[in-house]
């Protein structure tokens, strides 16, 4: 790095820790104590994004991971269930990312309160698996929620109605981060106020951000000091996220001195999953590789089934001490993100985020589990919502399983245009959910409405243009067939 480069850099580190003492001063007392640990975290992700110019790995040292390093679940699942699992439970803490908003499904509010199944929501599904598995194995099993500035409000107002429920539930707020000019690079809020002018101002800087969160929220030691030994990570709008005994005894069966520190729950792609991390071998280490830190010319190559067959569901277990440790010696290490988003007056930010399974390379004896499908059931978008509310899935204590009816283990592939983007509208277009069970890919587009008791099988493509509308009849039957023009049916 050149000399110029070198003053540059220094010059916008010292512009910015100015900056953010000047933020400081806004606060009051308690809230500066909080924002200046979220500070710490920030100065020193800022300054790496500093140092840190190109792509992130070198395409040509990446390899495969070893055979061993990547477990196929059922191997584990062979070893069987000790007499006394309940002993590995009480070591057992689950962890849900509830950091998120349902914007992206036209809903206010935190996306765990979106209503999934039979008027449940994500969390009373959460809530329901854990109490199950506290009353069945006679245990204590805490739930643990990080939440983010923008959901902790309305999460906590929630929590109230589950105080009567076998579960323990606590929370923790996961570090509130400024966003940044993109030009000046210096912060765009005026105050650590977060509504007018700094509304947008602020940003909670990915799940990485787990590991000094729990740890500075003091959750971390408490649990710790009650015999913890395991969290559970997953993302809340995972419906197939839930705790796996067998994984968990595979875990606490291992030697003292050759402790696994952390599992990834991978599983195959498909074409669907083109896009998710995957992981690599990459300096003795095993590593998470995300589509961000590819370069342009081998975003092809990475997107292949071929070449990375497995991705990262989010599913990870990871031990508490483990963490602990590495936050006291400061050696948590995980890849920058650089997100750039357009505020709504056109400004361009950046915002600097991490990964939480980037942090496998800083763990001992970190391991991959190629786990079956079923774990991974994520509701990002109303198409999701669709298979999960039909008769595809059966609902048994939170946990949500395929029909035994399904001739095929596989799930249909379904797209719904953008009239159904938002869940209200999508409500209002299904009399009531049809029959699935037979499918195989379902694409609608445009005005289209669903009347009672409708079954759809094979292949189903439905197709309003512009001006019209398809109404599908109550009752009908569509198999393989493509439906296109105009079909109203009124209410006479």
């Not at 936050?327 to 505020?343: A, H, R, S």
């Not at 283990?409 to 379904?414: M, S």
Request: glycine residues 6%.
């Amino acid at each position: 790095m050149t000399e110029f480069e070198q003053k540059l850099r220094q010059q916008h580190e010292d512009s910015m820790l100015r900056e953010l003492e000047t933020l400081l001063t806004t606060a009051d007392k308690a809230e500066a104590e909080v924002s200046r640990k979220d500070f710490n975290g920030f100065k020193n992700l800022f300054h790496r994004f500093l140092q840190v110019k190109g792509p992130s790995v070198e395409w040509a040292r990446i390899n495969r991971p070893p055979e061993d390093s990547i477990q196929p679940y059922d191997r584990i699942k062979a070893k069987g269930l000790p007499n006394n699992i309940t002993e590995c439970l009480r070591k057992l803490v689950v962890v849900k990312l509830n950091g998120g908003l349902g914007t992206s499904m036209g809903c206010k509010g935190p996306k765990s309160l979106i209503s999934v199944r039979n008027e449940n929501t994500f969390l009373d599904l959460t809530v329901q698996q854990i109490e199950h598995l506290n009353k069945k194995f006679n245990t204590d099993v805490p739930l643990v929620l990080m939440n983010s500035f923008n959901t902790d409000e309305d999460t906590k107002k929630i929590l109230q109605k589950y105080t009567h429920h076998r579960v323990k539930i606590h929370t923790f707020n996961q570090s509130r981060y400024p966003r940044i000019n993109k030009e000046s690079l210096l912060p765009i809020a005026t105050s650590m106020g977060m509504s007018g002018e700094n509304a947008e101002a602020w940003y909670p800087p990915g799940h990485g951000d787990i590991y000094a969160s729990f740890y500075n929220s003091g959750l971390l030691d408490k649990l710790l000091s009650e015999g913890r030994e395991y969290i559970f990570v997953s993302n809340i709008d995972n419906l197939g996220a839930t705790v796996d005994l067998f994984i968990l005894h595979h875990l606490m069966s291992q030697p003292a001195d050759r402790r696994c520190e952390f599992i990834m729950e991978v599983t195959d792609k498909t074409r669907a999953d083109v896009k998710g991390g995957t992981l690599i071998q990459y300096e003795d280490h095993l590593r998470l590789l995300e589509i961000a830190q590819v370069p342009k010319a081998h975003v092809d190559e990475f997107k292949s089934v071929t070449k990375f067959k497995i991705f990262n569901t989010n599913n990870l277990w990871i031990s508490l001490p483990a963490i602990r440790r590495l936050q006291e010696e400061n050696c948590m290490d995980m890849e920058i993100i650089v997100n750039p988003k357009t505020l709504d007056g056109g400004l361009n930010v950046i915002q600097l985020e991490t990964a939480v399974g980037a942090a496998i390379k800083s763990f001992k004896n970190a391991m991959g589990v190629n786990v079956p499908r079923s774990r991974f059931l994520p509701v990002k978008t109303s198409s999701d919502l669709l298979l999960v509310m039909s008769n595809l899935y059966s609902l048994d204590a939170g946990s949500l399983t395929m029909s035994e009816k399904r001739e095929f283990p596989t799930t249909p592939h379904v797209k719904l245009g953008s009239s159904f983007t938002k869940v209200q509208d999508f409500l209002t277009r299904f009399e009531n959910i049809p029959d699935m069970l037979e499918l195989d890919h379902l694409t609608v587009s445009g005005d289209v409405t669903f009347g009672k008791n409708v079954s759809l099988k094979g292949t189903v493509i439905i197709i309003a243009n512009h001006g019209d509308r398809i109404d599908i009849p109550a009752g009908a039957m569509l198999e393989n067939k493509i439906v296109s023009g105009n079909l109203r049916i009124l209410d006479h």
